[in-house]
């Protein structure tokens, strides 16, 4: 019987890690530009640290965790989403102590049993960002940025859409939950089962089902903006002229809420349009609550996640994934011998560079440089050693220039680096 993986898991070959690594690469680059720190928290954690921090009532902690007793009878969960984890370990050796605010990214695998499909699997890999200790609008804008700014270096922005709403606080909030509830109550015949629970348990929720008919009624339902204090508006108004300064565009959407229990005002999403049901790339918002529930101080905090197999679907969609480095197409022995000085030499100077290990024909050859997905191939033989001459080929372009033997391996160099 053959053993195939786990469904919903899936293998990363070897073409899509080079894919995932350009995005990790990508986003490490601008994190350590905005003064974020790295952090690395356990895959597994608690199952409280989840049922606190997420919310008891909500789909992910009711119906999506992978939860399991262990030997010692403890209740674990591999995590689901990184916040609270994150913020955990914040409380537990008290980060806090050493910045006014603490800048915080990762990048891993998360864990939900949901239906596999195009763009959502059951181990999923995130970039998440966490600012914890500021109350200020211009970090929930700074984190907005941080994610239109790794998404867009791989996706088109003309097929993007950033959404933002405000959840209000626990001033405005009350008040509209109240009305939410009863609008709810009174229209519970015409929504599904789903919404009819969650009206009992996370009402909010509701806002986010996918039931056309459903949305119809919806859009007669109380909506935040009607709600929302002076203060939170303020908030909110400083975030949208923050984005504005910065240059991207957004809209606002009433309807906009989140899976999670712990945010409150500043809320988004990052849309693509071509993506089908599978369409946030992107989603975050604050959460001020978040780090006294879960045992430590009265601190604020903001955040964001961007869907790497989401974002590798709009990659694909773009389709520019560019040739790089160099195949060095060597064939006769003294052809070979000069070679591997060249490969030594590049190498060490940090260009990818790749050859044949067998000694094959030149059309071998040719076909594995591309393959390879090389910019370049060196191509020298009996023939180019004779007459003291290379041949550089462009595997883009498809045009070749001579290069005196003299001049290898440092003439191309900066071309190669081009």
Known sequence: MQIKAIKGFKDIL????????????????????????????????????????????????EKEMYTFIDRNGESLTLRPEATAGILRAVIEHKLYNTSPLLK?????????????????????HQINVEYVGSYSPLADADVIFLAYEIVTSFADPEGLLLEINSLGCSKCRPL??????KFLENNKKELCKDCQRRAKTNPLRVFDCKNEECKIVLKFAPVMKHYICPDCASHLGKVLDTLEAYGIPFVQNPYLVRGLDYYNRTTFELVSKGLGAQSTVAAGGRYDGLVKLLGGPELPGVGMAIGVERLLLLMEEKGDERREGLFI?????????????????????????????????????????????ARYCLIVGEDEIENEEAILRDLETKEQEKIDLDELPEGILEKIKE
Request: net charge positive.
């Open 104 to 124: 915080l990214y990762t990048i891993g695998p998360m864990f939900r049993h949901e239906r596999p499909q195009k763009g959502r699997l059951r181990q999923f």
């Open 14 to 61: 070897p073409e899509e890690a080079k894919r995932r690594r350009k995005i990790e690469d990508k986003a490490r680059k601008i994190f350590e530009n905005t003064g974020l720190k790295e952090i690395r928290t356990p895959v597994l954690e608690k199952t409280e640290v989840f049922a606190r921090g997420i919310g008891e009532h909500t789909d992910i902690v």
């Open 329 to 373: 197409a060597a064939f006769g022995d003294e052809a070979r011998e000069e070679a591997l000085y060249w490969i030594g030499y590049l190498r060490k100077k940090g260009i990818k560079c790749e050859f044949s290990l067998e000694d094959k024909s030149l059309k071998a050859q040719m076909k594995q440089a591309d393959k390879s997905k």
């Open 176 to 181: 509209h939950r109240k009305d939410l509830l």
